[in-house]
Each structure stands twice: as structure tokens, then as C-alpha cells.
Nanobody, 121 residues
């Protein structure tokens, strides 16, 4: 079992920055991929970025060049540095983790409770 806890959500002015933190506890060794998604009320959850144990990183087109995902393996923490924020970035941000099953499939079964990021004047 893995538990994820997000922090760092804030009210930010357009063009501003903030950094989200996700701390993982439990059976960390089982994690293959950790990432971030976001959701606006009334809309589908949207993938933002992820990083694998092997170091592969992926960003959605909407955040490329503005967001940076990174890991601190010693502390079992993943960060999402968010720069040049705009109103479209307003959402609840969720940390998630996936584990590779014996079949080779990745199961995205672990999710944090979410942290609110609001971009407004």
C-alpha cells in the first residue's frame, strides 16, 4: 500500500509561481510512475505531468515550458514547479502513483486528496 499527500496549493496572481509537493509513504519500492493531474469542477480530470522510476518525464502540451516535475528519492517526494501561471491553470491538483503488475500493465491505483491552486488577480 502507498499513501500520497499533496501540499503547496495557493492563491497566485497571473504570471506567478508556486511549487506543489507530494510525499509518498508506505511500500514506495512498488511505485513505477508518479505524476500529477488536475481537475476543474464540471470537467474531466486532466493529466499534467509524470515521472517514472527510470527518469522518463512527460508533460501535457498545455504546461510544457511552464511546469517542471522532479523527484527527491531520498525523501520519497515529487515536486511540481509551476511558473507563468494563468487562469487556465486553476484547478485541484492531484498526485498519483502507478505500480507495474506482473502482467506488465501499470495500475494507477494510488491518489492523493488534492490541493487547490487558484490563479486570479
Amino acid at each position: 500500500q502507498v499513501q500520497l499527500a499533496e501540499s503547496g496549493g495557493a492563491l497566485v496572481q497571473p504570471g506567478g509561481s508556486t511549487r506543489l509537493t507530494c510525499e509518498a509513504t508506505g511500500r514506495i519500492i512498488s511505485i513505477n510512475v508518479i505524476g500529477w493531474s488536475r481537475q476543474v469542477p464540471g470537467k474531466e480530470r486532466e493529466s499534467v505531468a509524470f515521472i517514472t522510476t527510470g527518469g522518463t518525464i512527460n508533460y501535457s502540451d498545455s504546461v510544457k515550458g511552464r511546469f517542471t516535475i522532479s523527484r527527491n528519492d531520498a525523501k520519497n517526494i515529487v515536486y511540481l514547479q509551476m511558473d507563468s501561471l494563468n487562469s487556465e491553470d486553476t484547478a485541484v491538483y492531484y498526485c498519483y502513483a502507478g505500480v507495474r503488475r506482473s502482467t506488465g500493465n501499470i495500475e494507477y491505483k494510488y491518489w492523493g486528496q488534492g490541493t487547490q491552486v487558484t490563479v486570479s488577480v
